[in-house]
């Protein structure tokens, strides 16, 4: 122990003293401390707007409840709550869809509301998520691509190898003199982050939050564990350093930008989806032809004020019911293929560590795919709600007709607004599942760093350190 500790201090006080390091460190700390200042002032306009549309939202509630058959079949919209943790992994937050239309017979598929301009060119922002995958990856290789190789050339590995030092100690040192390094820009620049969130950008973290933060640093640990591992299995391998930093950085863009970058298209090809306009016209003729269906049959139908009810009622509203549960099955069909592609890219890019790792924080911080998937299991359940508590009410008014959730034939009693069901996001819920999806992810990339750190150690072992 003692020798390692010896390594660990030598080499450690030689990364802090490195120029790279001092870049690196500058680079991380400015660019997490304006990503929190750019966070803060877009979460704050998004709370905005996300209260405002929830308060039109109830005013039209309001208005319909004068009756109802009015409150209960009128068109809905549930919203998704801004992320407190976006400015962590932003998961597509901006662009994502935030908006469900639905009523109480049918959802639709997931849309955007507000948002950028979207004829400005899509950047990736400057979340931790990014500073760490591209940024302080590739200061890992900066570090430590001349780790060995440089040390050989200049005579130092011989002469250290030369005292009883185990090369495994020594080996050891290096990895944990790099990841320390690596981890003090980033544990300052998190802590700036927080301040100015929690002091500027009034934003709260809960408890919740606040381990969820815990939780994706050590996974960024494990990360960049295997970029400071990469860099030492090349500098033992190569004979000389510049070699070994042409190689990793071949090994880094392959990585953190080739495969990552590949997913998409790939999966564009491999898990082809209709068009919109496509699911649009497959939408427009199911009404046709389930018309077909009753052709011959009377579907005649008016409202209560104006004709008593008989069968035709009935039997139209039979009709309608079999147009939504198949206008239903389609906008379910489209959703679970988009939802599908974009798991299939997911899986693309995880087989780099780059994609693993977007994939892990996504997950840890409930944001991207995992929490669109949530959201729209979440607005059918409220859609559920909304249809109990309609058949419950309209049950209780003897002069309705009970064809349910048709406007015209339900009960016509004014409803209390403030009992009505509405989709609303808890905060900080609905994270169970990608938490325990994100650990797992976590642990995989501390699985891999467990491989090559046997492998740096082999390879150690078997090197001439001449």
Same mark, same amino acid.
Request: proline content about 5%.
């Given at each position: 122990?003692?020798?390692?500790?010896?390594?660990?201090?030598?080499?450690?006080?030689?990364?802090?003293?490195?120029?790279?390091?001092?870049?690196?460190?500058?680079?991380?700390?400015?660019?997490?401390?304006?990503?929190?200042?750019?966070?803060?002032?877009?979460?704050?306009?998004?709370?905005?707007?996300?209260?405002?549309?929830?308060?039109?939202?109830?005013?039209?509630?309001?208005?319909?409840?004068?009756?109802?058959?009015?409150?209960?079949?009128?068109?809905?919209?549930?919203?998704?709550?801004?992320?407190?943790?976006?400015?962590?992994?932003?998961?597509?937050?901006?662009?994502?869809?935030?908006?469900?239309?639905?009523?109480?017979?049918?959802?639709?598929?997931?849309?955007?509301?507000?948002?950028?301009?979207?004829?400005?060119?899509?950047?990736?922002?400057?979340?931790?998520?990014?500073?760490?995958?591209?940024?302080?990856?590739?200061?890992?290789?900066?570090?430590?691509?001349?780790?060995?190789?440089?040390?050989?050339?200049?005579?130092?590995?011989?002469?250290?190898?030369?005292?009883?030092?185990?090369?495994?100690?020594?080996?050891?040192?290096?990895?944990?003199?790099?990841?320390?390094?690596?981890? $003090?820009? @980033? /544990?300052?620049?998190? +802590?700036? #982050?927080? !301040?100015? %969130?929690? =002091? *500027?950008?009034?934003?709260? &973290?809960?408890?919740?939050?606040? $381990?969820? @933060? /815990?939780?994706?640093? +050590?996974? #960024?640990? !494990?990360? %960049?564990? =295997? *970029?400071?591992?990469?860099? &030492?299995?090349?500098?033992?391998?190569?004979?000389?350093?510049?070699?070994? +930093?042409?190689?990793?950085?071949?090994?880094?863009?392959?990585?953190?930008?080739?495969?990552?970058?590949?997913?998409?298209?790939?999966?564009?090809?491999?898990?082809?989806?209709?068009?919109?306009?496509?699911?649009?016209?497959?939408?427009?003729?199911?009404?046709?032809?389930?018309?077909?269906?009753?052709?011959?049959?009377?579907?005649?139908?008016?409202?209560?004020?104006?004709?008593?009810?008989?069968?035709?009622?009935?039997?139209?509203?039979?009709?309608?019911?079999?147009?939504?549960?198949?206008?239903?099955?389609?906008?379910?069909?489209?959703?679970?293929?988009?939802?599908?592609?974009?798991?299939?890219?997911?899986?693309?890019?995880?087989?780099?560590?780059?994609?693993?790792?977007?994939?892990?924080?996504?997950?840890?911080?409930?944001?991207?795919?995992?929490?669109?998937?949530?959201?729209?299991?979440?607005?059918?359940?409220?859609?559920?709600?909304?249809?109990?508590?309609?058949?419950?009410?309209?049950?209780?008014?003897?002069?309705?007709?009970?064809?349910?959730?048709?406007?015209?034939?339900?009960?016509?009693?004014?409803?209390?607004?403030?009992?009505?069901?509405?989709?609303?996001?808890?905060?900080?819920?609905?994270?169970?599942?990608?938490?325990?999806?994100?650990?797992?992810?976590?642990?995989?990339?501390?699985?891999?760093?467990?491989?090559?750190?046997?492998?740096?150690?082999?390879?150690?072992?078997?090197?001439?350190?001449?």
């Amino acid at each position: 122990m003692n020798t390692t500790r010896v390594i660990l201090t030598c080499a450690l006080k030689e990364y802090l003293a490195s120029f790279r390091l001092l870049l690196g460190f500058i680079i991380v700390v400015f660019l997490m401390a304006s990503g929190a200042l750019i966070y803060s002032l877009r979460y704050q306009q998004e709370i905005l707007e996300y209260r405002g549309v929830l308060a039109d939202l109830d005013d039209r509630i309001r208005k319909e409840s004068q009756s109802l058959a009015g409150v209960v079949t009128m068109g809905l919209e549930a919203y998704r709550r801004p992320s407190v943790l976006q400015f962590v992994v932003d998961g597509g937050e901006e662009t994502l869809p935030n908006r469900i239309p639905y009523t109480v017979n049918l959802w639709m598929s997931p849309a955007r509301e507000g948002g950028v301009n979207y004829m400005l060119p899509p950047f990736e922002g400057l979340d931790w998520d990014f500073i760490v995958r591209v940024i302080l990856s590739f200061v890992a290789i900066a570090l430590t691509y001349d780790a060995v190789s440089g040390e050989r050339e200049r005579g130092i590995l011989r002469l250290i190898m030369a005292n009883p030092v185990p090369r495994d100690k020594f080996l050891t040192g290096k990895l944990l003199a790099g990841l320390i390094a690596l981890c $003090i820009p @980033l /544990l300052l620049g998190a +802590l700036i #982050s927080v !301040a100015i %969130l929690t =002091l *500027f950008g009034g934003i709260r &973290l809960a408890g919740g939050d606040l $381990i969820r @933060l /815990l939780i994706h640093l +050590l996974t #960024s640990a !494990a990360y %960049l564990s =295997l *970029f400071v591992l990469l860099g &030492l299995i090349v500098s033992i391998l190569a004979r000389r350093s510049a070699s070994s +930093l042409v190689l990793l950085l071949l090994i880094w863009v392959c990585l953190v930008v080739a495969i990552p970058g590949m997913a998409r298209p790939l999966a564009t090809i491999a898990r082809e989806i209709p068009s919109r306009q496509e699911f649009d016209d497959e939408v427009s003729q199911i009404f046709n032809d389930v018309l077909k269906e009753y052709e011959g049959k009377d579907v005649s139908h008016a409202p209560l004020n104006v004709a008593p009810i008989d069968e035709s009622e009935f039997r139209w509203a039979e009709m309608m019911d079999k147009v939504d549960e198949r206008e239903q099955e389609v906008v379910d069909h489209y959703w679970m293929m988009k939802m599908g592609q974009a798991a299939f890219a997911r899986k693309i890019a995880m087989i780099s560590p780059a994609g693993l790792y977007q994939r892990a924080g996504q997950d840890l911080t409930n944001s991207g795919l995992v929490r669109q998937e949530e959201f729209a299991r979440s607005v059918k359940t409220s859609r559920e709600a909304l249809a109990s508590f309609g058949r419950e009410m309209d049950a209780k008014d003897p002069a309705s007709p009970h064809i349910l959730y048709r406007p015209w034939y339900m009960s016509q009693r004014p409803v209390d607004p403030d009992i009505v069901p509405r989709y609303r996001e808890e905060v900080g819920g609905g994270g169970g599942k990608g938490l325990s999806q994100g650990l797992v992810g976590a642990l995989w990339l501390l699985s891999e760093a467990l491989v090559l750190f046997v492998i740096a150690h082999v390879a150690f072992l078997r090197s001439d350190v001449r």
